[in-house]
C-alpha cells in the first residue's frame, strides 16, 4: 500500500504517529516523517491513522493506485 501525506495540509497533531507508530513519526515538533510504502501487514493501523487525522492530510491507495481512504481534495 502506497501512502501520501500533504505535507501542507498537516498540522502536526500526531495521531497517526500514534495510531501506526511504525509508519508515522513525528520529528520535533511539527516535522512528520512516514513510510511511502508501508506493509500490508500494518494496513488496519494505516487506515485507523488517516481517519483519524483530523485535517485529512494521509491518502492512502491500494497497489493499483486506487484511493482507499483519506483525501487531499478541495472539499475536504
Known amino acids: 500500500m502506497r501512502l501520501v501525506v500533504d505535507l501542507n495540509r498537516c498540522q502536526g497533531y500526531a495521531q497517526c504517529a500514534f495510531l501506526a507508530p511504525d509508519v508515522f513519526a513525528m520529528h520535533g515538533d511539527e516535522a512528520l516523517l512516514y513510510k511511502p510504502h508501508a ?21 492512502v491507495e491500494d497497489d493499483h493506485g486506487d484511493a482507499a481512504v483519506g483525501g487531499r481534495g478541495a472539499d475536504r
Open 39 to 59: 506493509d500490508e501487514t500494518q494496513r488496519e493501523q494505516v487506515m485507523r491513522a488517516a481517519a483519524a487525522c483530523p485535517v485529512q492530510a494521509i491518502l
